[in-house]
């Protein structure tokens, strides 16, 4: 059956009784209707300029999370908060946790629910309106956070009453910010050289060599197993990178002649890149490597483990690597997100002729 759950009011009460042959469900207090694809076509008719309706259900055929990576929400429910602190609501974590969240979502929603809530101290959550919300946001824009920033707290408080308490789109007209339209920061071969050679040891060449030549993700990265390098067929596997996807990507020769020596020096366990106890490298660690390396080699640009995977995309395009090769190896959902490449790619200059000259 389509379930169809709206609040109360009148205007939707009368759409509902043209419908074929609606009834009502005392169990669980809603309206329905045969599901078939005829019936999902006349709600549509029915009701648009009306109401929005949320299909999500019906014609969804995302998979689920296949992802192993073991959701942890225990720790917000044990931490020690300061009094008078308003905790992130139990469903609120047990949705998150059903619907293996990655844990970086997860810390993300649940810190700036929790600030939006504190917000609002004194009201009930079900009383909130889109005016509280819009008022809320607009004091985050006069502090200069970033539109990303804005929109993972929209996010976090639309997920609260959008799929905690199933109110399909119920703050849809709340404003985003306009979408950036930032080019990658790019570096020169020469440069990537440059800071590979100005690393401290083995075990960081290593990790700047793989970042650049592989065009991986710091997480990615992190996440490498002993087993994911396969030298006979010169790739990488990357497992659940971003957006819970598998991918191959390029092993270089140069960098296997490094790893070889540097597994056999380090005695990696499980990760092939591991901090103390044999535990899994830090992602600050990563960070300061790349930042150090770049400041020895003189550079002036603020460099970061994903200005060296930037910079692998464009080099590739450079060299003449078809667009639709570069977003396998990036493991990119979309094709738009790799043409940004194609706006700092050297090639794409070089064929015009300057007007001075």
């Known amino acids: 059956m389509i379930g169809i759950k709206f609040s109360p009011d009148r205007l939707i009460q009368n759409l509902i009784k043209g419908l074929p042959n609606p009834k009502w469900s005392q169990q669980y207090n809603m309206a329905y209707v045969e599901n078939n694809k005829e019936n999902l076509s006349i709600i549509f008719t029915t009701f648009r300029g009306n109401a929005w309706i949320n299909y999500n259900r019906f014609l969804s055929n995302k998979p689920v999370n296949t992802s192993n990576e073991i959701v942890d929400v225990e720790w917000y429910r044990k931490r020690k908060t300061v009094p008078d602190y308003r905790l992130c609501p139990e469903e609120y974590l047990l949705k998150l946790e059903l619907k293996k969240y990655a844990n970086n979502t997860v810390r993300t929603y649940v810190s700036y629910f929790e600030m939006f809530i504190n917000h609002y101290k004194e009201k009930e959550l079900n009383t909130i309106n889109e005016s509280d919300i819009r008022a809320y946001l607009q004091k985050l824009i006069h502090k200069n956070v970033s539109n ?51 690393t401290n040891n083995l075990k960081h060449k290593c990790i700047v060599e793989l970042l650049y030549s592989a065009g991986l993700r ?76 770049a400041s020895k080699a003189g550079i002036r640009q603020t460099i970061t483990p994903h200005v060296l995977r930037h910079s ?42 300057n007007p001075l000259d």
């Open 148 to 198: 990303s920033y804005l929109n993972q707290v929209i996010n976090s408080i639309k997920f609260y009453y959008e799929v905690v308490l199933g109110m399909p789109n119920r703050f849809y007209e709340i404003e985003r910010p306009r979408k950036q339209s930032k080019l990658p920061t790019v570096i020169s071969k020469e440069e990537i050289l440059s800071i590979i050679g100005h």
């Open 218 to 293: 710091r997480s990615e990265l992190l996440n490498l197993k002993l087993l994911d390098i396969d030298s006979k067929r010169m790739l990488i596997r990357v497992e659940s990178s971003k957006g819970n996807k598998d991918r191959y990507t390029l092993l270089s020769n140069t960098a296997l002649t490094n790893l070889r020596t540097y597994v056999k020096a380090w005695k990696p366990q499980v990760f092939l890149f591991e901090g103390r106890k044999a535990n899994q490298y830090s992602a600050a660690s990563v960070l300061s490597i790349v930042k150090n390396a």
């Open 312 to 353: 692998f995309a464009t080099h590739l395009l450079e060299s003449g690597v078809d667009l639709r090769q570069i977003q396998v190896l990036l493991g990119h959902g979309s094709s738009k997100t790799t043409e940004i490449y194609t706006h700092v790619a050297t090639n794409t200059f070089k064929e015009i002729k």
